[in-house]
């Protein structure tokens, strides 16, 4: 199953862009979300998760600044953040522990494509 992750773009630092990721024509409302990031030259990290009933942890570089929720009935996923520093430019990507898929199985761990956020100083 593709994720479809949109919503990043260029701003300047000290603004917000808010990301989306949505699982066209499954629901992920089973799914545990996690937005991961990756500049260049550097690993993949961690971002943001939500678990399906809604409990969240984020990486100590974002607390405070960006925010995960989920809308169920959309099937999406946000990550809404602001307060952008140069240092949050990545490729962002969404990702699901499990979608469930026809006939009641579920694939795992499936990813989106990401978006590029470019933060300037």
């Known amino acids: 199953v593709q994720l479809q992750a949109s919503g990043g773009g260029l701003v300047q630092d000290g603004g917000s862009l808010r990301l989306s990721c949505v699982a066209s024509?499954?629901?992920?409302?089973?799914?545990?979300m996690r937005w991961y990031r990756q500049a260049p030259g550097k690993q993949r990290e961690l971002v943001a998760a939500?678990?399906?009933?809604?409990?969240?942890n984020y990486a100590d570089s974002v607390k405070g600044r960006f925010t995960i929720s989920r809308d169920n009935a959309k099937n999406t996923v946000y990550l809404q953040m602001n307060r952008l520093k140069p240092e949050d430019t990545a490729v962002y990507y969404c990702?699901?522990?499990?979608?469930?898929?026809?006939?009641?199985?579920?694939?795992?761990?499936?990813w989106g494509q990401g978006t590029l956020v470019t933060v300037s100083s």
């Open positions: 990702n699901a522990d499990k979608i469930m898929v026809e006939g009641g199985g579920y694939e795992h761990d499936c």
């Open positions: 024509g499954r629901t992920l409302s089973r799914s545990a």
């Open positions: 939500i678990n399906s009933g809604g409990s969240t």
